[in-house]
């Protein structure tokens, strides 16, 4: 299994992402000065508001179970594993260009708890890096990851923060990794 692939069916992607951040801008304004890495969105809500993202999960066959804003900011994007299991989508919404999501091989024996102000919990390493380099992918369309297989988010050496939106599902989608 890979540890990400590009979604290549989803000509809309674009579009979406922009809805996304205009989503986000009108109804979640504190998100955009917001350095908490993970931030639950509601998830009825945001479909109610982009039905094209509706549309992309019923020609995938796919049921959404949550939507997350992941904001990476100079500080928080160090190598970790997710604590929070399963194949999701990510997807780019902001200063996603020139950003890589780069995966390294982190050992999951050899790992502590973080805990965020807000609940959510990861995994970082207890070994000192460097950390072997598997593969990096730059965000300019969604993928899908697994985000059990070690990663770091390097922004855009111009901009300080990336904004992307996680997307979980009920149905285990790891056949899209293959
Ligand atoms: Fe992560």
Known sequence: ???FKYIDNIPNHELISKKVLEYV?????DLLE???YWNNLPLDNVLDHIPELIKVFKDLNLTPNAISLVITT???GGPHIDALKGIRFLWPVKNCKNSYTRFLDIDPNNVGIEQLPNGIIYYYSTLPPPYE???QVELVRPIV???QVGHEVILDKDKNTRM???I???EDISYMLE
């Open 1 to 3: 299994m890979q540890p």
């Open 25 to 29: 801008t009108k109804y979640h304004a």
């Open 34 to 36: 917001s350095e908490i």
């Open 74 to 76: 100079d500080d928080n």
């Open 133 to 135: 380099y598997i593969d």
């Open 145 to 147: 990851m697994n985000p």
């Open 164 to 166: 992307t939106m996680t």
């Open 168 to 170: 979980g599902f009920d």
